[in-house]
């Protein structure tokens, strides 16, 4: 069995969208092919952590230290401490050139625009800060936990004190287009909520996305304990998957991306000596799914017609001549649980039909102890599907 690093969020996403391709990341270590747009966000990063680190508050800021965090304006700076100080213009410029890096870049053309964009989005966010004064209490902040078992860590890029004493966790993102859905849905934020919550007293009252080019901080609410449930159940099953070394390629758009195609037994090409006979393999493989098909078709049409016949003189048994063909009913249930969903969560009742499989439905339908006409409107979003088919039984000698 494998040792399991701490899962960062980024580790985790590439685990769920493909574990060979983590294996090669974080077992194997090959490195990846640098590229213009993740060497744009570490800069941009470097420069906003260089940018506000100036500006947080030291005091109190862990649990347990007992001493309550002070504003920027009744900050004095303590013994040690440098007075929060801003960055002029020009500094955070000379910072952005010095931290700058044409690593990836896939012209001179795409590295000059995105260093003319990153230099907008510089002017632009000292401004907004200088505008808008957070609280900061930590950048760029290395932060790890034990959650329920499992190891998890990450750098959460700004922590602000909110104005009623809690904590807003700000996560930066350079890229293109950004929503309201991006943050609300972010596993990411949720996974920094969860760190922040382990390792500081006070609660986290707001989770930001904040969209550089547009300079919009994308505020969404702290997650609820049944969101953070279900992803710590995805984290579970890759922690239990890592564990296993369970590294099967799972192909998909993704792949696009991926540095490792020429090791992924997906993409690797047929060894020129067994070309043609693995071709006339296919070829067979081919003619035979073709033929599959035209025998399902004709099987369907064949029952149908039996069906009909069955229907029309009301019969469920016809001999043929060597089995006869039995006609069997199955009946199954369906519920549409949207508009009733909020009724349940109103009632406290959401947990009882949690996966919405029809069985959990049925069950709460028929319990005498929930609400009548609650049951009633359940039980009207059913519906009721029946399904015929038949099998061949030996015909009596
Ligand atoms: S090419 Fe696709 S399937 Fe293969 S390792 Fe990369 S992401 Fe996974």
Redesign the pocket.
């Known amino acids: 069995m494998a040792s399991v690093p701490a899962l960062s969020y980024s580790s985790f996403r590439t685990y769920e969208?493909?574990p060979?391709?983590w294996r090669?990341l974080y077992v194997d270590r090959l490195p990846e092919a640098p590229r213009g747009y993740f060497t744009f966000g570490r800069v941009i990063h470097s420069v906003l952590e260089e940018l506000v680190a100036p500006l947080v508050v030291p005091a109190g800021k862990r649990a347990g230290e007992n001493d309550r965090q002070r504003t920027l304006d009744e900050w004095h700076p303590a013994p040690g401490h440098a007075a929060p100080r801003w960055m002029t213009e020009e500094e955070m410029l000379r910072a952005y050139d010095t931290a700058w890096s044409s690593e990836g870049y896939t012209s001179a053309e795409e590295e000059s625009r995105y260093r003319a964009l990153g230099r907008e989005i510089l002017l632009g966010y000292l401004d907004a800060l200088r505008r808008e004064r957070p609280l900061p209490v930590a950048v760029e902040e290395h932060l790890e936990a034990r959650w329920d078992g499992i190891p998890v860590h990450g750098y959460v890029d700004r922590i602000d004190r909110t104005p009623a004493g809690g904590l807003e966790v700000v996560d930066y993102k350079t890229s293109r287009d950004l929503s309201n859905e991006d943050a609300r849905d972010s596993d990411q934020l949720s996974l920094y909520q969860v760190l922040v919550e382990n390792n500081y007293a006070e609660p986290v009252e707001g989770l930001t996305l904040y969209h550089l080019r547009s300079l919009t901080p994308l505020r969404s609410a702290p997650r609820e304990r049944s969101t953070l449930v279900g992803l710590h159940d995805r984290l579970g099953v890759a922690l239990d998957g890592i564990r296993a070394e369970a590294f099967e390629?799972?192909?998909?758009r993704?792949?696009a991306r991926?540095d490792?195609?020429d090791r992924?037994p997906?993409?690797r090409s047929v060894p020129p000596a067994e070309g043609a006979r693995l071709r006339t393999l296919v070829d067979r493989f081919e003619s035979l799914r073709a033929e599959e098909n035209r025998l399902e078709t004709e099987l369907r049409r064949t029952a149908e017609e039996l069906h009909r016949a069955a229907e029309e003189l009301g019969i469920h048994r016809v001999p043929g001549s060597r089995s006869v063909a039995v006609r069997r009913r199955e009946e199954a249930w369906q519920f549409s649980l949207d508009p009733v969903r909020p009724l349940l969560e109103r009632s406290g009742l959401a947990s009882r039909v949690g996966s919405g499989t029809p069985e959990e439905v049925r069950r709460l339908v028929r319990d005498p102890t929930v609400d009548a006409e609650l049951r009633r409107k359940v039980a009207e979003t059913g519906a009721r599907r029946v399904k015929w088919y038949w099998e061949l039984e030996d015909a009596a000698p």
């Open positions: 969208e493909c060979l391709r090669f390629p799972t192909p998909g993704h792949c991926c490792f195609r992924c997906e993409f």
